[in-house]
């Protein structure tokens, strides 16, 4: 009897994290009957047009030949009322002058041109033959309309899959059906999401970098560096926390780029695009970061290599060459390290069997015999 009420609190924990949950969830359960809603209104305006065609006939068919200017009268009325409608629903094209020269031939125009003819011609003295030749063209014109018609309401396929005549305003009134609705939501949640990974990331590495430092200041205060206090417990879980909040940021990154480039316009489009923007800023320096600190772990290990290399140098292991060589390379790597801001060492001076050094960052200074 509790899964219910459990069920329920989830739900309500998860909307509160996130604030656009209930409007994925609306798209999700529209799919449903969606294209139902849609052709339901696509047979609503198609009918209306059809009865006011019918009746514009009945009106020519029953008063033409009594009252001719009163059968005008309605039957221009009537054409008026459907012209209004079929702006109303359909949407126009890219050029909007020549769809709307279409429809005002092809909708008004053939009662328009029988009522002419009953009102100008006598029917009973043409033959029958050429009556039909004369109301001919209105047939014409009738059948281009319903054709013009099959071609308005194509279907387009939608990023959900849905196949919709997107061209029929009444289609339109969904709202929640359109693409850029639906991608916008997208874009808006993306935009949170990255919001908060940028957050992550950034403390993350601050954290990282903070500990890296205090690290640092502690070997210039023993006059010492040592791989295993840089690759102590707490830094390591720093690191892999970063490393934990880097690979989440990236996946975020990805599906937001898979869904496309993100449209411009509203408020929300626009802080959803800044977001994003700001959380590859904030891959990118955390990258940096971890990629700073491999180098920093490995460094007294590099160091002491080198160290070893010009004492056995100074025994006489090596010749005059190879030992300037050493030496060479070691002033190298001093100067990397101390552009990196590795905290290592460097030789300050040398007298006699000693060497006196200080911290390549400009740190305090410490003897080694």
């Known amino acids: 009897a509790d899964a219910p009420i459990e069920r329920a609190i989830d739900e309500g924990a998860k909307a509160l994290e996130d604030r656009n949950?209930?409007?994925?969830?609306?798209?999700?359960?529209?799919?449903?009957?969606?294209?139902?809603?849609?052709?339901?209104?696509?047979?609503?305006?198609?009918?209306?047009?059809?009865?006011?065609?019918?009746?514009?006939?009945?009106?020519i068919g029953t008063f033409a030949l009594k009252s001719p200017r009163s059968a005008l009268l309605s039957l221009l009325g009537i054409q008026l009322l459907s012209l209004l409608l079929l702006r109303l629903d359909l949407v126009p094209g890219d050029n909007a002058r020549c769809d709307a020269t279409k429809v005002f031939l092809l909708v008004p125009v053939p009662p328009i041109y029988l009522a002419v003819i009953l009102c100008t011609w006598d029917v009973h003295m043409v033959s029958e033959h050429f009556l039909s030749l004369l109301a001919l063209p209105a047939f014409c014109l009738h059948a281009a309309w319903l054709l013009l018609v099959s071609f308005i309401l194509i279907p387009h396929r939608g990023i959900d899959n849905s196949a919709l005549p997107k061209q029929l305003r009444t289609v339109l009134y969904l709202d929640v059906i359109h693409e850029e609705t639906q991608a916008n939501a997208e874009e808006a949640h993306a935009g949170g999401d990255a919001e908060e990974l940028?957050?992550?990331?950034?403390?993350?590495?601050?954290?990282?970098?903070?500990?890296?430092?205090?690290?640092?200041?502690?070997?210039?205060?023993?006059?010492?560096?040592?791989?295993?206090?840089?690759?102590s417990d707490e830094i390591m879980e720093l690191t892999h926390q970063l490393q934990e909040a880097l690979e989440k940021a990236e996946d975020e990154l990805h599906l937001t780029q898979a869904g496309g480039k993100p449209s411009a316009g509203s408020i929300e489009q626009v802080e959803a695009s800044k977001?994003?923007?700001e959380c590859r800023?904030?891959?990118?320096?955390?990258?940096?970061?971890?990629?700073?600190?491999?180098?920093?772990?490995?460094?007294?290990?590099?160091?002491?290599?080198?160290?070893a290399l010009m004492?056995?140098?100074?025994?006489?292991?090596?010749?005059?060459?190879?030992?300037?060589?050493?030496?060479?390379?070691?002033?190298?790597f001093l100067s990397k390290c101390k552009g990196l801001n590795l905290g290592i060492w460097a030789?300050?001076?040398?007298?006699?069997?000693?060497?006196?050094?200080?911290?390549?960052?400009g740190?305090?200074?410490?003897?080694?015999?």
């Not at 491999?294 to 290599?305: F, I, K, N, Q, Y």
């Not at 740190?363 to 015999?369: N, V």
């Open 311 to 332: 004492s056995m140098g100074s025994s006489g292991w090596y010749s005059e060459q190879e030992q300037q060589e050493i030496e060479r390379a070691y002033r190298e």
């Open 281 to 307: 800023r904030e891959v990118g320096r955390a990258t940096y970061a971890l990629e700073h600190y491999e180098v920093w772990r490995v460094a007294p290990e590099v160091h002491a290599s080198l160290k």
């Open 363 to 369: 740190g305090s200074e410490a003897s080694e015999g």
């Open 21 to 59: 949950a209930h409007f994925r969830r609306y798209l999700a359960e529209q799919r449903r009957w969606v294209n139902y809603d849609a052709y339901a209104r696509v047979c609503m305006s198609l009918g209306i047009n059809q009865l006011l065609n019918a009746l514009a006939y009945y009106i």
């Open 275 to 277: 977001h994003v923007r």
């Open 347 to 361: 030789p300050k001076a040398r007298a006699g069997s000693g060497q006196s050094f200080c911290l390549a960052d």
């Open 198 to 231: 940028a957050d992550l990331l950034s403390d993350a590495r601050l954290l990282l970098e903070d500990k890296m430092q205090e690290v640092m200041a502690e070997e210039a205060e023993l006059g010492e560096v040592s791989k295993a206090r840089r690759e």
